[in-house]
């Protein structure tokens, strides 16, 4: 049974209501609630670090093209809010530095490296923690655990998570094998039971299950003990740990 409420995460934003990745969703996640934010990154042709999911800007924006063979100023051309709806027209791509200028600075920011195959973003965002000393309040998360375990060498004050969507055999044991310490686990929220998550607390590890959205599974995931909980919908979360004895 639980003990401590689980903290709310907000998805990409609150994407569940806003364009992902985007200050609009930032801000309303902050608005319904949310004590951290979750965000993916980048790296631009010109080696600035941009927030956004998808390695193109199809997706998101009016415009095409890998990322990493665009310019700032050119990803900063582009619309990243009228492909949600007329109300977010406007939105730009935000750089990493935008969200933490924009944000309270109480919040809890999830930082999901995408890819870092030749370790450029491994420094560029060493760096950034660095210069703007955000070692207390950003975990850095990604598939790739090699590029979690090269960034926690680089700079040991980095909070590091892993993220996992297949089922491993045992993820608090398989945490300890890193050799440097992993400060939590994000598991996709089908893979967990209850079991799961007491094992990895009792091994001091943070368990940040994504991403939950239907009341069921949030209800479980909190009745469970989880550390927090991603979710495109944190004001859902909120009025359901508003209600209490779930
Ligand atoms: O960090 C949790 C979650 O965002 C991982 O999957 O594809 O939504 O980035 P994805
Ligand atoms: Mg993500």
């Not at 609630?33 to 670090?49: M, N, P, Q, R, T």
């Not at 093209?65 to 977010?88: F, N, P, Q, R, V």
Request: hydrophobic share 40%.
């Amino acid at each position: 049974m639980q003990t401590e409420k689980p903290i709310i995460i907000a998805h990409r934003g609150a994407k569940g209501m806003a364009p992902e990745n985007t200050l609009g969703a930032f801000r309303l996640g902050v608005e319904q609630g949310c004590e951290a934010i979750e965000l993916d990154v980048h790296l631009s042709a010109d080696g600035e670090i941009i927030v956004c999911h998808d390695e193109t800007l199809d997706r998101t924006t009016n415009g095409k093209g890998m990322i990493c063979e665009k310019t700032l100023a050119e990803i900063k051309s582009l619309d990243a809010g009228s492909w949600h709806s007329e109300a977010y027209r406007g939105e730009t791509v935000p750089t990493l530095g935008e969200v933490f200028d924009a944000v309270p600075g109480s919040l809890m920011i999830n930082v999901e490296v995408k890819q870092s195959y030749d370790g450029n973003m491994d420094r560029k965002l060493v760096q950034f923690l660095r210069e703007r000393d955000l070692f207390d309040r950003v975990v850095v998360s990604s598939f790739d655990h090699q590029c979690l375990h090269r960034i926690k060498v680089l700079e040991p004050k980095t909070k590091i998570g892993l993220l996992y969507q297949l089922r491993l055999y045992n993820p608090a044991a398989y945490a300890k094998t890193f050799g440097v310490d992993v400060y939590s686990l994000h598991p996709y929220h089908r893979l967990i039971d209850r079991e799961e998550v007491e094992q990895a607390i009792r091994a001091g590890l943070h368990m940040y299950p994504y991403t939950a959205n239907e009341e069921q599974d949030l209800k479980a995931l909190i009745d469970w003990g989880v550390s927090g909980i991603i979710t495109d919908y944190p004001g859902r979360l909120k009025d359901l740990l508003a209600l209490g004895g779930v």
